[in-house]
């Protein structure tokens, strides 16, 4: 049974940086692509980025593009997330997510989320 674990600082101001990671725990997500998803309070999830089980390719949603990064150590079996340049609209739960489809419309494995806040 796949296990993702979400850690990271939860607070951060307006124009600083936050790092968040997913750890996998079961089995190898060498071959899986990983995500990461936020649902802000009122809103519909949002899909912010995903990368190929390589790492070799990248997708950004529009509204993070430039700012945030996603990376994985396959060797750790975690995903990144740094965000740079945080706006108050950051604020939301990140989930990190798992499939085998690269960008998939909605994900096979999910992590429990966890809260990101944005304010001075």
């Known amino acids: 049974q796949l296990q993702l674990a979400e850690s990271g600082a939860a607070l951060g101001q307006p124009g600083g940086s936050l790092r968040l990671s997913c750890a996998g725990f079961g089995f190898s997500l060498d071959n899986y692509a990983r995500g990461w998803v936020r649902q802000a309070p009122g809103k519909e999830r949002e899909g912010v980025a995903c990368i190929s089980s390589s790492g070799g390719s990248t997708n950004y949603a529009d509204s993070v593009k430039g700012r945030f990064t996603n990376s994985r150590d396959n060797a750790k079996n975690t995903v990144f997330l740094q965000m740079n340049s945080l706006k108050p609209e950051d604020t939301a739960v990140y989930y990190c997510?798992?499939?085998?489809?690269?960008?998939?419309?909605?994900?096979?494995?999910w992590g429990q989320g966890t809260q990101v806040t944005v304010s001075s």
């Open positions: 997510a798992a499939d085998i489809s690269f960008c998939p419309p909605s994900y096979e494995y």
